[in-house]
């Protein structure tokens, strides 16, 4: 043999192993895909919807939300570190592979957005979305999820969010009900008046 012709053994080796690996690779991602869609179509399914468009203002909107972020909230419900009985519940037996291949099942559907129902006050939280209040010192809510409130990684996409799911969260920020991610959120939602909340929410469903 060769030394020309050993080389190409070697070089046929590394192919078909490469080859095979990216075939284990694309059926562990389609079984893992279709355990999501399983799981997201069972329980999940009962309060935020078939396609993570969510049933209630009570529930929020999954559709196009960040996989890590989806990770990192339930892990949290599982961890006890962000409280919900129902919650918990759903989460007690999911693994992490279950979380994060139900993050990207949620993240690839196509994210929603609400009519605008009060035009004025929509248009007030655009402003504080945008620059803040420097009067009560409440700071841009884009500095941190961005421009467009797409968010990024750990941080949620807030664009298309029910307004009544936002603005239940930000109130929750602001006593402190809301159990992780508060480090942050507290400072800027305590120095938020319901009004304010009401329209960043109300802004924030329409984008």
Do not use: W
């Amino acid at each position: 043999m060769t030394r020309s012709s050993r080389s190409i053994v070697p070089m046929r080796t590394l192919a078909l192993a490469a080859g095979l690996l990216a075939v284990t690779t694309g059926a562990l991602a389609q079984a893992d895909e279709a355990r999501a869609r399983k799981i997201a179509n069972g329980v999940c399914a009962m309060c935020h919807g078939d396609q993570g468009e969510s049933t209630s203002e009570i529930f929020p909107r999954l559709a196009g939300q960040h996989t890590e972020y989806i990770v990192k909230q339930l892990k949290a419900f599982k961890s006890g570190e962000r409280k919900s009985t129902a919650m918990a519940e759903m989460v007690a037996k999911l693994t992490d592979d279950e979380m994060v291949a139900l993050g990207r099942y949620y993240e690839k559907l196509p994210a929603q957005r609400e009519n605008v129902k009060d035009t004025g006050l929509a248009a007030v939280g655009a402003y504080l979305y945008q620059n803040g209040n420097k009067f009560s010192g409440v700071p841009a809510c884009a500095s941190c999820h961005g421009p467009d409130a797409h968010g990024a990684t750990n941080l949620p996409r807030l664009a298309g969010q029910f307004s009544g799911y936002l603005f239940t969260q930000l109130k929750q920020f602001n006593k402190r009900q809301r159990t992780n991610d508060n480090v942050v959120m507290h400072t800027v939602a305590e120095k938020m008046t319901e009004l304010e909340m009401a329209a960043v929410a109300e802004y924030l469903s329409t984008k």
